[in-house]
């Protein structure tokens, strides 16, 4: 049972483009949404993460929104640089219980 | 300064070997984490240690068997090596309290011939 299922698989954006990714979760119980960024042979590193008492959160040319009715969460890459070429996952996890959940992941890839 | 060191990076071993993987954290975190991350990148949480006391084994082979010496170290330890557990294993550690933000190291690439 997939409880954060997470799309596209890959991505593809010109540089200076918006790259959006998107996640679903299922148990209403996850109230800490954090996205991870993994570049090839290193470990996953917090990016930017969201609690559902907010609709949006802005860190530079990150921004998560999040819709707490649809149980959905979304990752917006403004100004998409090659440097941001990287796996991206979604993960939710519940107070009292800090296991991270994660999503499939999705390649991006930022073309010149 | 490493936050999450894990040894070694690397690990190519004969199938029915016993192995072990070492981690340490030197950010004073509660809760330790093993991961497992396939072929196919899937993430997936294997074990949770809180100040040495295991919270969390998920559904693992009982090959595995992860030891906590201290809060900041967490070993795991293979017995037996298949081919299917050839993966690059990750371990983190967070606070259990606050953001819940986990800090992850560079991951042991294991390949089991």
């Known amino acids: 049972q997939q409880q954060v299922k997470q799309s596209p698989q890959s991505l593809i954006v010109q540089k200076g483009g918006i790259s959006i990714i998107n996640c679903a979760y299922e148990?209403?119980?996850?109230?800490?949404f954090p996205w991870y960024q993994q570049f090839p042979g290193k470990g996953p590193a917090l990016l930017i993460a969201?609690?559902?008492?907010?609709s949006e959160k802005k860190e530079g040319r990150f921004t998560i929104s999040f819709n707490k009715s649809a149980k959905q969460f979304s990752l917006h890459i403004m100004d998409s640089q090659p440097g941001d070429s990287a796996t991206y996952f979604c993960a939710a996890s519940m107070t009292g219980n800090e296991k991270l959940t994660f999503g499939t992941g999705t390649r991006l890839t930022i073309i010149p | 300064d490493t936050a999450v060191s894990q040894t070694p990076k690397y690990l190519v071993t004969q199938m029915g070997n016993d192995k072990s993987i070492k981690c340490e954290q030197n950010?004073?975190?509660?809760?330790m984490y093993w991961y497992k991350q396939d072929s196919k990148k899937f993430l997936k949480i294997m074990f949770s240690y809180n100040n040495k006391e295991l919270i969390i084994n998920e559904t693992v082979p009982n090959r595995f068997s992860p030891k906590s010496p201290d809060k900041a170290h967490l070993n795991l330890h293979i017995n037996s090596l298949e081919l299917g557990d050839s993966a690059v294993y990750f371990c983190a550690s967070s606070q259990v309290a606050g953001s819940a933000r986990a800090f992850f190291g560079q991951g042991t690439r294991l390949t089991v011939v």
């Open positions: 148990n209403t119980a996850f109230d800490y």
């Open positions: 969201i609690r559902p008492d907010v």
């Open positions: 950010l004073g975190h509660d809760t």
